[in-house]
C-alpha cells in the first residue's frame, strides 16, 4: 500500500513529481499524497552532485505582501500584479540594491510577477551568486534593478 519515495507519474506515464507522503485514515493507499514537483527534486540532485548539498536559491533580502487593489490604486498601479516590499533586510542584496518599503517588484527576468507565491518561485529558481534583472515601480516611476541573489539560508 502507498508509493511514498516512488514517482508520481501523469495519464502519459511521465514523472512530474517524488511521492513523500500519505494520508490516509485506514492506512491504505486510498487518501491523499503529497509529492515533491519533480522540477524541484531534478534541482536539488544537481545540486547534491555539484556541491554536496542541496544550494537553495533566492533570496535578496525583503520581505513582501500582495499588493491590495486599494493599495495598488493609492500607488498609482492599473492592477494588483506584483509584491510590495514590506521590510529590507539590512546589508542584503536588496539593501545594496537601494530598495525601499513600499517598492513594488512587478517582474523578474522578464517575467511578471502576479503575486506573492509567483515571487517566492520565481526568485527561488534563481542560482545562487548571479544576478537578477527586477522590474520595480516606486512613487508611479518603473525602474529596471540588478540585483545578487544570495544563497536562501533556513531560518
Given at each position: 500500500p502507498g508509493n511514498s519515495g516512488g514517482p508520481l507519474l501523469n495519464?502519459?506515464?511521465?514523472?512530474?513529481?517524488i511521492?513523500?507522503?500519505?494520508?490516509?485514515k485506514s492506512g491504505e493507499w486510498l487518501g491523499i499524497s503529497f509529492a515533491v514537483p519533480s522540477?524541484?527534486?531534478?534541482?536539488?540532485?544537481?545540486?547534491?552532485?555539484q556541491s554536496g548539498r542541496v544550494r537553495r536559491g533566492g533570496a535578496?533580502?525583503?520581505?513582501?505582501?500582495?499588493?491590495?487593489?486599494?493599495?495598488?490604486r493609492e500607488l498609482g498601479l492599473p492592477d494588483t500584479k506584483g509584491v510590495?516590499?514590506?521590510?529590507v533586510?539590512?546589508?542584503?542584496?536588496?539593501d545594496r540594491a537601494q530598495f525601499e518599503v513600499g517598492d513594488v517588484i512587478r517582474a523578474v527576468n522578464g517575467k511578471a510577477?502576479?503575486?506573492?507565491?509567483?515571487?517566492?518561485?520565481?526568485?527561488?529558481?534563481?542560482?545562487?551568486?548571479?544576478?537578477?534583472?527586477?522590474k520595480v515601480v516606486r512613487e508611479r516611476k518603473e525602474w529596471?534593478?540588478?540585483?545578487?541573489?544570495?544563497?536562501?539560508?533556513?531560518?
Open positions: 495519464v502519459r506515464g511521465e514523472i512530474i513529481g511521492n513523500t507522503a500519505i494520508y490516509s522540477n524541484v527534486a531534478k534541482r536539488s540532485m544537481e545540486s547534491i552532485i535578496i533580502g525583503v520581505s513582501t505582501a500582495a499588493l491590495s487593489a486599494v493599495l495598488a510590495v516590499v514590506i521590510a533586510q539590512r546589508g542584503s542584496p536588496a510577477v502576479t503575486g506573492p507565491q509567483d515571487w517566492i518561485k520565481m526568485i527561488s529558481e534563481c542560482e545562487p551568486g548571479t544576478k537578477a534583472e527586477l529596471r534593478v540588478i540585483c545578487d541573489v544570495a544563497e536562501a539560508k533556513r531560518q
